[in-house]
T-cell receptor, first 114, second 115 residues
Framework: NAGVTQTPKFQVLKTGQSMTLQCAQDMNHNSMYWYRQDPGMGLRLIYYSASEGTTDKGEVPNGYNVSRLNKREFSLRLESAAPSQTSVYFC?????????????FGSGTRLTVV | DQQVKQNSPSLSVQEGRISILNCDYTNSMFDYFLWYKKYPAEGPTFLISISSIKDKNEDGRFTVFLNKSAKHLSLHIVPSQPGDSAVYFCAASSISNFGNEKLTFGTGTRLTIIP
């Protein structure tokens, strides 16, 4: 089925370890996003990519880096994981940045940092 | 600074009754509003949207109302069904303001439909 695919679905890291969350979409969308969901905080934007070759910071970028590898793929990297980064991470994509185009979300990656 | 607020973390409604979910926003530049629905272990899915040029949009059992002067929107579900049990996120955007088109989400309301 067409959509947004995130890997892995679950991950446990030790403080200080690094990892990369992968995201791929097959809808030929130009824009891609990484959000994190925390209890009582809703979904907060970490980084986004308006189009291939561009990336920009969102609301909570500290501790993360991103790579827009090509039009399909947008990865999120934690260089030195901290317990505060325990969260559920969602990747999303849209035709363009405008919300009226609609965002399609992946099923999420549940990350625990111990 | 939370620009989109959902003040009710949870709501329980009897099956067949009306569910009303509320959302307030502070940024007067927002001109497009959406509701997303999220089931456990899944990503949010789009439910319904409304532009600021309208005050009501209806899609089947779902209706969204927008009160711009009060900076308030609400989602009505009539009649409520057990499958409606989920977390609902309100989201807003400024699609006419270049650079601010991205979605800003509220904190979510967990709706439970009681059979």
């Amino acid at each position: 089925n067409a959509g947004v695919t995130q890997t892995p679905k679950f991950q446990v890291l030790k403080t200080g370890q690094s990892m990369t969350l992968q995201c791929a979409q097959d809808m030929n969308h130009n824009s891609m996003y990484w959000y994190r969901q925390d209890p009582g905080m809703g979904l907060r934007l970490i980084y986004y990519s308006a189009s291939e070759g561009t990336t920009d910071k969102g609301e909570v970028p500290n501790g993360y880096n991103v790579s827009r590898l090509n039009k399909r793929e947008f990865s999120l990297r934690l260089e030195s994981a901290a317990p505060s980064q325990t969260s559920v991470y969602f990747c999303a994509s849209s035709v363009s940045l405008g919300a009226n185009y609609g965002y399609t979300f992946g099923s999420g990656t549940r990350l625990t940092v111990v | 600074d939370q620009q989109v607020k959902q003040n009710s973390p949870s709501l329980s409604v009897q099956e067949g009754r009306i569910s009303i979910l509320n959302c307030d926003y502070t940024n007067s530049m927002f001109d497009y509003f959406l509701w997303y629905k999220k089931y456990p272990a899944e990503g949010p899915t789009f439910l319904i949207s409304i532009s600021s040029i309208k005050d009501k949009n209806e899609d089947g059992r779902f209706t969204v109302f927008l009160n711009k002067s009060a900076k308030h929107l609400s989602l009505h579900i009539v009649p409520s069904q057990p499958g409606d049990s989920a977390v609902y996120f309100c989201a807003a955007s400024s699609i006419s303001n270049f650079g601010n088109e991205k979605l800003t989400f509220g904190t979510g309301t967990r709706l439970t439909i009681i059979p």
